[in-house]
């Protein structure tokens, strides 16, 4: 049963443009979701977060939105940049659970 | 200020054998997760420990074990190995949950690849 969910494995857009990433969730009780950047050969890195108690979060050029009633979260890019290009991961994380529950990620490509 | 550091890079065994992966956490941190990225599945988390004991373990068989030292640093030991554990294991860390930090981001190593032959 998959917990967190990123339907769209690719997306590609143009540089300049908004990049917008989704994001399903199924448990009501996660409160904490992040996302993260990945590059080929490296960890994961952390990007911007955002707590259940609010439906927006905004870091930069990166914005993350929260709808908890239907359960879904998605991460804007404005504008995006070639940089930008990498697989992103969506993460939630719930009560006393230390750990992150992930999706299996979205590969972003931004074309110059 | 330095990173999330694991080590090997790369480790190679063959089916049945032991592998010992390790991992230094950002200085501070205290808590420490281990996470499994297999070709097609995904993060999939394994193991958290915090002040040095584990706190949760993930769906994974008992040969996957690990331990938390006094400095914080962290070991994952993966018996008997077997063709399908071959993925990239990922340490992270963060400020710890039972001190009260609360909700805080995970910072990760760059991972070991353990390939099995």
């Known amino acids: 049963d998959q917990q967190v969910k990123q339907n769209s494995p690719s997306l590609s857009v143009q540089e300049g443009r908004i990049s917008i990433l989704n994001c399903d969730y199924t448990?009501?009780?996660?409160?904490?979701f992040l996302w993260y950047k990945k590059y080929p050969a490296e960890g994961p890195t952390f990007l911007i977060s955002?707590?259940?108690?609010?439906d927006k979060n905004e870091d930069g050029r990166f914005t993350v939105f929260l709808n908890k009633s239907a359960k879904h979260l998605s991460l804007h890019i404005v504008p995006s940049q070639p940089g930008d290009s990498a697989v992103y991961f969506c993460?939630?994380?719930?009560?006393?659970?230390?750990?992150?529950?992930f999706g299996k990620g979205t590969k972003l490509s931004v074309k110059p | 200020e330095a990173g999330v550091t694991q080590s090997p890079t790369h480790l190679i065994k063959t089916r049945g054998q032991q592998a010992t992966l390790r991992c230094s956490p950002i200085?501070?941190?205290?808590?420490v997760y281990w996470y499994q990225q297999a070709l097609g599945l995904g993060l999939q988390f394994l193991l958290w420990?915090?002040?040095?004991?584990?706190?949760n373990r993930g769906n994974f068989p008992p040969r996957f074990s690990g331990r938390q030292f006094p400095n914080y640093s962290s070991e994952l030991n993966v018996n008997a190995l077997e063709l399908e554990d071959s993925a990239l294991y990922l340490c992270?860390?963060?400020?710890?949950?039972?001190?009260?930090?609360?909700?805080?981001?995970?910072?990760f190593g760059d991972g070991t690849r353990l390939s099995i032959l």
């Open positions: 993460a939630a994380k719930g009560g006393s659970q230390g750990n992150l529950i």
């Open positions: 420990y915090d002040e040095g004991e584990e706190r």
């Open positions: 200085s501070g941190h205290t808590s």
């Open positions: 448990n009501s009780m996660f409160d904490y």
């Open positions: 992270a860390s963060s400020l710890s949950w039972v001190q009260g930090w609360g909700n805080q981001p995970q910072h």
């Open positions: 955002i707590s259940s108690i609010k």
